[in-house]
């Protein structure tokens, strides 16, 4: 008989969106009558379609699969270079210098941030913030790893420091966060990284709302801040950046520099372990979408998925004015497509979830997902369209 990873005994019956998922097709199918009128602003995924040179670029790729001159079979199983080179080059536009050769081409943020768990020992303590995405806090317990949690709370505007005493081998920071919306400033991510180099331990940083930022200074890497090199992985992705979502494209940046003593005093590195891993469990992320992913990361493709994130924050601005027209503080919505606000009527979120559902037919996601510091707090997306962003604020302000 397999003994199997009773580690699973510990992680929640199923994943946060995967249990939204479950109940809005529950209050669906046990209300056909108002089916229709649901309106979707939970999960973070994109309702516009791909830009003009993601779609002319994949048209492209396409065709070239079709000539045995310039068919692709296997490719290198850490991304091909003019795609890594993309990646890099839309770094340096953004005023951070990284070298391609650390650059990792995958599939998604969640399978990469998941992953590199694997390069960890079971005895590490990690530290995550709470609320936090629960991608997290799932793979590492999955792994049976010891965590640790910092809050984030109205007090410190959601965006925990680093606690001298606390001595964490692995940190989670994601900013613009998710769920809460809220950005670390350049200080505040330097305190982090000093915080990191001092204690010895690795930062994994998910830059997955980058993109997002509106407000000038505010670092889009981490490796804008002195030293992040020594100290921390970045992961970011396509997904909401150029609506992705469907399409799978993701990078990770593994820093030459990171490299730690083992046990025995052999020095490893961080980015030769997680090369390994990659070509023992990876075989690339597709050809055409690597093709496009680099179109859509040049200078003209980016101005386009401008546009796309521009339509997004004018969405989240209509939700801010309702939350503010009804005296509900909230934060995020502007470096971010997330506003995370205090559920109404002092309710715990599930409750407010279902009651949003059944009263307005609006599907958010309850802040408890996301840990207990979201007891009584809600996430809505600025994902959807502007008619039913508009009209799920009418619904919220008819009910309130
Ligand atoms: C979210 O809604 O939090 C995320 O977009 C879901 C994901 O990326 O897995």
Redesign the pocket.
Known sequence: MPRLNENYLNVQDSY??AEIARRVKSYEEGHPDKAGDVIRL????VTRPLTKTALDSLHEAVDMQADSGTFKGYGPEQGYGFAREAVADYYRRNGVTVDADDVFISD???SDTGNITELFAKDNVILVPDPV?P?YVDTNTMDGKQIIYMNGTEDNDFLPMPDPSVKADIIYLCSPN??TGACYNKEQLQAWVDYALKNEAVILFDS?YEAFISEPGLPRSIYAVKGAKKCAVEFCSL??TAGF?GTRFSYTVVPKELVFTASDGQRMSLRDMWNRRQSTKFNGTPYIIQYAAAAVLSEDGMKECMENISYYMENARMIAETLRRKGISFTGGVNSP?IWFKCPKDMESWEFFDYLLEKAQVVG?PGAGFGVNGKNHF?L?SFGTHEKTKEAMERFEKLF
């Open positions: 946060l969106f939970g999960i973070g995924d998604g943020a969640k995405y991608v998710n769920p997955a997904s909401k979502t997330y996601t996430r997306t």
